[in-house]
């Protein structure tokens, strides 16, 4: 059950552009939420979280948006850098303390072009 | 301050085998989750161990089973492999339950 999604398996933007990466989830009962990073041979790396009180978390070059009515929530870099060419998972939990419900998205590759 | 450690990083085995892999949190982490990463399928949720107890567990078959020891080291075994385990199995660890993750490296298996 893909209670996470996201649709687009792959995203190509050019260097100093804003990369948007989307990520749908089912669940109601989700009500945080997290961005991770992977590189090749390495394990994902965590990258932005937002809570369900809040509709924008920002970090630096990143912002991650929630709209909590569509069950829609996007990661924003910008200005992107090649360096942030990697493979982004969306995460969401129905309750901070049990990971059981923490379902992951397939993951959006992002390639930064220079 | 280490990172998580996971070993093997690669391994091939074959249907009907069993297998056993580890996984050293960092320091101090005294939670250890398990995930399945196949293509197109994202992070699979396996189990989660907190102070040598499984407190989660996912929807996977019995084959796939898990331990965590006093210094909070993990080790997670499947037997009887089929060849759709073939995958990554990431390890993460945190300091307590629900709190952020911070993934190893992972082990890729393959099942011929």
Known sequence: ?114 | KAGVTQTPRYLIKTRGQQVTLSCSPISGHRSVSWYQQTPGQGLQFLFEYFSETQRNKGNFPGRFSGRQFSNSRSEMNVSTLELGDSALYLCASSLQSGETQYFGPGTRLLVL
Not at chain 1, 2 to 9: A, G
Not at chain 1, 62 to 76: E, G, P, Q
Not at chain 1, 91 to 112: E, I, P, Y
């Open chain 1, 1 to 114: 059950d893909q209670q996470v999604k996201q649709n687009s398996p792959s995203l190509s933007v050019q260097e100093g552009r804003i990369s948007i990466l989307n990520c749908d989830y089912t669940n109601s009962m989700f009500d945080y939420f997290l961005w991770y990073k992977k590189y090749p041979a390495e394990g994902p790396t965590f990258l932005i979280s937002i809570s369900s009180i809040k509709d924008k978390n920002e970090d630096g070059r990143f912002t991650v948006f929630l709209n909590k009515s569509a069950k829609h929530l996007s990661l924003h870099i910008v200005p992107s850098q090649p360096g942030d060419s990697a493979v982004y998972f969306c995460a969401a939990s129905a309750q901070r303390g049990n990971n059981n419900d923490m379902r992951f998205g397939a993951g959006t590759r992002l390639t930064v072009k220079p």
